[in-house]
């Protein structure tokens, strides 16, 4: 960039600076919340099965710890190591599931070399600090080169799997269903009531449901396979 004049560039400077500074003093406060911890659903590599355990945020950011309780039966993985975080239930732990407990919306994955670690929070506060959060840090600390993903892009892609859960549960693809509600809306018919999300539970979209939408997301579905496109690149 060129300034026309000194009293613009340093307007400019004073403006990036000041956007610098709140961008930091959020990610500091996302790191407190995640230091603080939460509970979560921690789904089984091996498996796919779910299980309740608490996670919290250790080593300065560099180590995600989870256990029974917050110290009890601590197991970890090193931050440094990730290569990538991805929204949604898109891996194949995800997919493997017949059916999933949790909402779409509240699924989020960590990539490693081999291997994923697919979470799913409580809320949608939760997701969003958790998910911003550990991106920030392995952005910092992590190996991997992924695009991060804004706080705009991130809620466009929760409205996009609310909307993929509302779609599936009447039998449709998201942009079969996209198109009836336009022509509804567009012939005066009153707006389905159903279509309004209840809760996380009654929505939870099916894995084999969200297969209909792979071929249409841009996002990978294998953990293993975007680590290996990731380590191509790396080497």
């Given at each position: 960039f060129q300034a026309n004049t000194t009293?613009?560039?340093?307007?400019?400077?004073?403006?990036?600076?000041?956007?610098?500074?709140?961008?930091?003093?959020?990610?500091q406060k996302l790191r407190e919340l995640m230091e603080d911890g939460c509970t979560m659903h921690k789904y089984n590599y091996s498996n796919s099965k779910r299980s309740r355990r608490y996670f919290w945020v250790a080593d300065g950011g560099r180590q995600l710890c989870?256990?029974?309780s917050k110290g009890v039966d601590t197991q970890s993985v090193n931050l440094r190591e990730c290569i990538g975080i991805i929204y949604g239930p898109m891996t194949t732990t995800f997919q493997r599931c017949s059916s999933l407990d949790d909402a779409s919306w509240t699924c989020f994955s960590l990539l490693f070399m081999g291997r994923t670690l697919d979470l799913a929070v409580g809320s949608d506060l939760q997701v969003h600090a958790w998910f911003l959060g550990l991106q920030h840090?392995?952005?910092?600390?992590?190996?991997?080169?992924?695009?991060?993903?804004?706080?705009?892009?991130?809620?466009?892609?929760k409205v996009q799997l609310k909307l993929m859960t509302v779609a599936h549960r009447q039998g449709l693809v998201l942009s079969r269903y996209l198109v009836q509600r336009i022509r509804a809306v567009a012939s005066g018919e009153a707006a389905d009531l159903s279509m309004t999300p209840t809760g996380s539970a009654a929505l939870a979209a099916t894995p084999r449901d969200a297969k209909r939408e792979k071929k249409r997301e841009s996002a990978p579905t294998d953990g293993a396979t975007a680590a290996s496109g990731l380590k191509a690149k790396l080497m």
């Open positions: 009293a613009d560039a340093e307007s400019w400077y004073d403006a990036i600076r000041a956007s610098i500074q709140v961008e930091l003093a959020k990610m989870w256990g029974r840090l392995i952005a910092v600390h992590g190996i991997g080169s992924m695009p991060m993903m804004s706080d705009a892009q991130f809620v466009a892609r």
